[in-house]
């Protein structure tokens, strides 16, 4: 009897794996095929064997000669850093006066936030874009980054974090007399951090890969964020599949560097109710 | 945490001035610069170059990616906008003038001596006079006519097409140069036509004697039997003779590589035997097949030879600080060192009429071989502005192409698909007459009734 | 209003003080706009000012309602729904398997997750290379497959330029045309959609709720000799309807809004706008031809359309959730 359950254990387990196993296949095809036909001369991309016959390492380089491709990369980091930095700061500020301090009014003002986020960015999108056209800060990196620089979701997520940590440490502090200021950043800051991480990484890559706003604002080539390179790469260029896929292989890159070195803070911030992905 | 902040506010600070130090500097250097929204190829660098020669103390430098024509607007009033900009015909010179963005040059080219619509091709005449005031003045004026391989030909032992042919020859060659491979699959089309292209869709109907709008485009005539008859030919030519290239044919052939798009690189890729376009095709065509033997025909007329036409006019932003400098611009592209380049390079033909009517225009010793250039002139002088209604924003005639879409790919008979495309379109223009008060004026004015 | 005491009073700026940054930023960029759009609804508002602002009532929803391209593109918008079950099915069995615990779970995981990670225009770019119907690595499998079973004659479909679909829905009015019936460009990005979604995010929630089962329930079970099965579906699934429902909620707030991305890097809304969403539409309405009063209002009945269906998932999921 037992031996028996322990064979269909095992056989399950093989079975669980063969599924597993064609399972993530199936997720990485694309990317092999990405891979491999950004390697090929121009003339293969169309042929069946996915394997080139002559491996073209210098299609990366021939990329950035045809567009300015470190220029893409540098302003979306760019981009993505300020904006990180200022919502992950926006939001943990709200946060504590949401999740730590009380004022009158605070509850209704945070049903407030939650209300809109359920609003779809497009109904807000259009009247942004006005106010930036009327600021005259089209086409500039400052309007790329301050309507991203607030964010009602991280100001939730990060108040959610602020509830579980234990309040009676500041409430100690407070009765010794320390300022809300100092709390804030000496007490529940840093045991926030594995929040801040978390909405830092998330913030991040959605900034990273962000496109719609990018692709209303941006108008010169020297702004152009690495999605609207690429929308351009494959407007322009876009019968060189082979320096399109390289393009694609360098994007896609440091999304997975990322999500790998981060991938703690990722699930986590998952399992916060991240609605990404 | 304070110090992790700071630090990392410092590092985005850094980033900053190295983002403001990898700016580009300004292409010119101490001297004024311009910006002409085009599209940018390799004869529009040489007419900027000349200019630039001819203006020492300005420095003219094209955006070619914001060049749709709500941009242009948007922009402007966002204070990022170009100091010139194209039009593409009436519709769109008459959306800019309404939108406080064109410039009213009127006084200023009077004083130059420069009258306008007495010197240009009257085809573009459209695109830059609104109400008697100028705007602009045309860069380029194109229409279109046959190209065909004179290699093509000859390997198959075909004559060349000859002017006065009819659309029966034409389907006959066309059909002896549509050669299938050995999967079944057509390896080369005896006729390649336009059909994304506005333009190119009109000069079918209007050689049929179709319209698209009455003469004050109050009303949608699409649907009438010229049209659905030359609509039913098209469609023909891809479904039923198989001489063109369908939607789905043409995704096949496009992924050929090379640069260029649709009817060029099929023409230069000796994939099809004969393509409808215009001579601007020879900046391409001279560049990277020099040696291929072109020949060039007024296409077949079935009822009348009409043709639509088209002219690229630059405007200059109103708002523009720099729009006393652009207006020298304008000017330039009235100038003989102008036109004469244009003329010389192929960019379609040169705005001024008389820049045609020259023996350097017809048989330029340096292309020896195009011995076709009279059939531009012809077909340029009977073009004819492509119908319009003033009811209709451009995105608003997509009620109308949805249903040419349709007879393009096959899903819909010409017939119907035209029927409810003129029901579209004259439901939009009253709509448009009842609901926006400066168009229930001018309904008023044209028609002496309500919309 | 009542009044504050000072306490009260000192309390409030500090709140205010912390506060202050994202409020403004709420306010500007949120509250502001949202309020703003429900007004610009209903006016003929053009950001060119080629026509003069007017307040024209309810003209923009009437033309809205009375267009058939909005129904076409609504009805396009519910056909990409058609994912969701799909996904959720997926990213389920999916995490069931991850459950198991097999060796190298973490990379497994891993790899699964990459896809919705990398989700994006570069992606979207790759599959338009695979979609295309000639040279594209899809059809090259499915015709490789073809004749390795003896049909060398087979063609896959045109994907991306077919307008063909698998409810034959006509491209002109909303409708059933029996020779649509086939496969295009809505399966295309349907199944591009799914490739991203199974093991993404959906996947850990569910790995995460699979965790929080009580083990007594399932080994109770067990001991009563009831089947793997019978186990899953009294004894797991009811424990995993919270996270279901917050799935499919999800789901259809970004589903119903979706489909801008794939529209505008893939596909610009063809063939014959047989894949413009409700999204892309407004981004057409409001960024290409600029009518941003009707592109406000056609937001309008989309924030509407997610508001209902989030109600009726609320008022329906909530029972599943309890029992």
Known sequence: MAAENMRGAKGRSFWTHVVLISLSLFALAPFAWMVLASLKPLSEVESVNPVPTEWRWDNYAKVFEQVPFARYYFNSVFVAAWVTVLVVLTSAMAGYAFARLRWPGRDLLFRAYLGTMMIPGLVTMIPNYSLMVNMKLLDSFQGLVIPAAFSAFGTFMLRQFMMSVHPALDEAAEIDGARPWQIFWDIVMPLCKPGLATLAIFTFMGSYGSFFWPLIMVKSEHLRTLPIGMLFFDTVYGRQTNLLMAASVMNVIPLVALFVAGQKFFVRGILLGGVKG | ?451 | ?323
Not at chain 2, 223 to 250: C, F, N, W
Not at chain 2, 354 to 368: C, G, K, V
């Open chain 3, 1 to 323: 209003m009542k009044k504050l005491n000072p306490k009260e009073r000192r309390n409030l700026m500090i709140g205010l003080s912390f506060l202050l940054p994202n409020l403004v930023g709420f306010l500007l960029f949120t509250l502001g706009p949202v309020a703003f759009s429900f007004g610009a609804s209903f006016t003929n508002w053009d950001l060119t000012g080629i026509e003069p602002l007017q307040y024209i009532g309810i003209d923009n929803f009437a033309n809205m309602f009375s267009d058939s391209q909005f129904w076409l593109y609504f009805v396009n918008t519910l056909y990409f729904l058609i994912g969701l079950p799909l996904a959720i099915f997926g990213s389920l069995g999916a995490a069931l398997l991850l459950h198991q615990k097999v060796k190298g779970q973490v990379v497994y995981r891993t790899l699964l997750y990459l896809p919705s990670v990398t989700s994006g225009v570069a992606v979207m770019i790759l599959w338009k290379a695979l979609y295309n119907p000639d040279w594209g690595a899809v059809n090259q499998i499915l015709e490789s497959v073809a004749r390795a079973f003896g049909h060398p004659e087979f063609r896959g479909p045109s994907w991306l330029l077919s307008t063909q679909n698998a409810l034959a829905l006509g491209v002109e009015k909303v409708g059933v045309v029996p020779n649509q019936w086939g496969i295009g460009a809505r399966e295309a990005l349907i199944f591009m959609g799914l490739w991203g979604a199974i093991g993404g995010g959906n996947t850990l929630l569910y790995l995460a709720a699979l965790g929080n089962v009580p083990q007594e329930l399932t080994e109770a079970a067990e001991m009563d000799g009831a089947s793997r099965f019978r186990i899953f579906r009294n004894v797991t699934w009811p424990q995993l309807a919270p996270t279901t429902f917050f799935i499919i909620v999800m789901g259809f707030i970004g589903g119903l809004q979706g489909g801008f991305e794939q529209a505008r890097v893939m596909t610009l809304g063809g063939p014959a706008g047989t894949t413009t969403t409700l999204a892309y539409y407004i981004y057409n309405k409001a960024f290409v031809e600029y009518q941003m009063g009707y592109a406000c209002a056609v937001s309008l009945v989309l924030f509407g359309l997610i508001f209902a269906v989030t109600l009726v998932n609320w008022k329906f999921g909530n029972k599943e959730v309890s029992y």
């Open chain 2, 1 to 451: 945490m304070r110090t992790f902040f700071s630090a990392t506010f410092a590092v985005l600070l850094l980033l900053c001035v190295v983002a403001w130090k990898i700016q580009p500097p300004p292409p010119g250097g101490s001297r004024t610069t311009l910006t002409w929204s085009t599209d940018n190829n390799p004869t529009r660098q040489e007419q900027v170059a000349l200019f630039n020669k001819l203006n020492p103390d300005l420095y003219l430098m094209i955006d070619p990616n914001n060049t749709d024509q709500q941009k242009v607007i948007v922009q402007a009033i966002g204070g990022v906008g170009p100091d010139v900009f194209d039009t593409f015909g009436q519709a769109s010179l008459e959306a800019y003038v309404r939108a406080g963005v064109a410039w009213d040059i009127t006084e200023a080219m009077t004083e130059a001596g420069i009258e306008i619509p007495k010197i240009i091709w009257p085809v573009a005449v459209p695109s830059c006079v609104y109400k008697e005031r100028y705007y602009g003045f045309p860069c380029n004026v194109n229409a279109n006519a046959m190209w065909f391989n004179k290699d093509i030909f000859d390997k198959a032992g075909v004559p060349y097409p000859k002017p006065g042919w009819s659309w029966d020859d034409l389907i006959r060659i066309a059909k002896q140069l549509t050669v299938k491979g050995r999967d079944g699959k057509i390896q080369q089309f005896g006729l390649y036509f336009g059909w994304t292209n506005w333009g190119d869709r009109n000069d079918l109907l209007y050689q049929f004697g179709a319209r698209i709008f009455n003469d004050d485009g109050t009303r949608c005539e699409i649907g009438s039997p010229e049209a659905i008859e030359a609509m039913q030919l098209s469609q023909d030519l891809m479904y039923k003779h198989r001489v063109t290239p369908s939607p789905i044919d043409e995704a096949a052939l496009s992924t050929q590589g090379g640069w260029g798009s649709g009817g060029i690189t099929y023409l230069m890729g000796g994939r099809v035997a004969m393509a409808y376009g215009g001579r601007w095709w020879l900046n391409l065509i001279r560049k990277e097949k020099p040696d291929l033997n072109l020949g060039v025909v007024e296409m077949p007329y079935a009822k009348v030879p009409s043709l639509a036409g088209g002219a690229r006019c630059a405007l200059v932003n109103r708002n523009s600080p720099k729009r006393e400098a652009a207006l020298r611009f304008i000017k330039y592209l009235a100038s003989p060192e102008y036109n004469q380049l244009l003329n010389d390079q192929a960019d379609a033909l040169a705005p001024v009429m008389a820049s045609a009517y020259t023996e350097r225009f017809l048989h330029n010793p340096e292309w020896p071989k195009e011995d076709y250039n009279e059939v531009w002139r012809e077909v340029v002088r009977k073009a004819r502005p492509d119908e319009l209604s003033p009811f209709l924003r451009g995105g608003e005639m997509s009620a109308i192409s949805t249903q040419f879409d349709l007879i393009k790919s096959n899903l819909k008979a010409p017939a119907a698909a035209l029927r409810d495309a003129e029901r579209a379109g004259n439901d939009r223009i009253l709509r448009n007459a009842r609901l926006r008060p400066a168009l229930n004026k001018l309904y008023l004015e044209l028609t002496g009734s309500k919309p």
